[in-house]
């Protein structure tokens, strides 16, 4: 069965230094999404990504962060210079097409750790 | 206001028994789409149950089942014959509308299963 991977499993990293967490979504599906869940809170959406170009986007996704496609399998999201608050688990998730009815496949998460 | 809202924090259940598990949304949209997701300790995301707005019928897969009521913006999970694997958190999610906008989760409920 299809599975959206998400890589590195667990990112440590310093106050001030930019991450690059890495997607491959299921490869027939055209919308690709981040998402991140603080320890202990609910999941909460950042944005969401179709034809090389954002569709949406939450008020948590600021100017620290982007996305991008570099090619045709992977799907990144970038912060560039980390907070402590920033540590959570990421969730990538695709799904077929858009709209409600449209299930979203989540990836296992990298649990990324600013110190 | 809250878009979902699961009131249970934390269940205790028998082994076997069936448990419900509220979950009440709030939207304008007509069209939309209710999902379950399960997050065992490890933390990945499962995808357990979807029901959009229009389906006539309760959705079923499984030992799982969605209550939904419509008129009173309800979409109860039902977990029948619970197993010690079901302890997990559990999140009720809705997505509006034909757009490519991410889901929108509750705070989830902490169900665990006792022998």
């Known amino acids: 069965e299809p599975e959206v991977t998400q890589t590195p499993s667990h990112q440590v990293t310093q106050m001030g230094q930019e991450v690059i967490l890495r997607c491959v979504p299921i490869?027939?599906?055209?919308?690709f999404y981040w998402y991140r869940q603080i320890l202990g809170q609910k999941v909460e959406f950042l944005v969401s990504f179709y034809n090389n170009e954002i569709s949406e986007k939450s008020e948590i996704f600021d100017d620290q962060f982007s996305v991008e496609r570099p090619d045709g399998s992977n799907f990144t999201l970038k912060i560039r210079s980390t907070k402590l608050e920033d540590s959570a688990m990421y969730f990538c998730?695709?799904?077929?097409?858009?709209?409600?009815?449209?299930?979203?496949?989540f990836g296992p998460g990298t649990r990324l750790t600013v110190t | 206001a809250q878009k979902i809202t699961q009131t249970q924090p934390g269940m205790f259940v028998q082994e076997k028994e069936a448990v419900t598990l509220d979950c009440t949304y709030d939207?304008?949209?007509?069209?939309?789409?209710l999902f379950w997701y399960k997050q065992p300790s490890s933390g990945e995301m499962i995808f357990l149950i979807y029901q959009g707005s229009y389906d006539q019928q309760n959705a079923t897969e499984g030992r799982y089942s969605l209550n939904f009521q419509k008129a009173r913006k309800s979409a109860n999970l039902v977990i029948s014959a619970s197993q010690l694997g079901d302890s997990a958190m559990y999140f009720c999610?809705?997505?509006?509308?034909?757009?490519?906008?991410?889901?929108?989760f509750g705070k989830g409920t902490h169900l665990i299963i006792q022998p």
């Open positions: 490869s027939n599906h055209l919308y």
């Open positions: 999610a809705m997505r509006e509308g034909g757009g490519a906008d991410g889901l929108t």
């Open positions: 998730a695709s799904s077929e097409l858009a709209g409600s009815s449209y299930e979203q496949y």
């Open positions: 939207t304008s949209d007509p069209s939309y789409g």
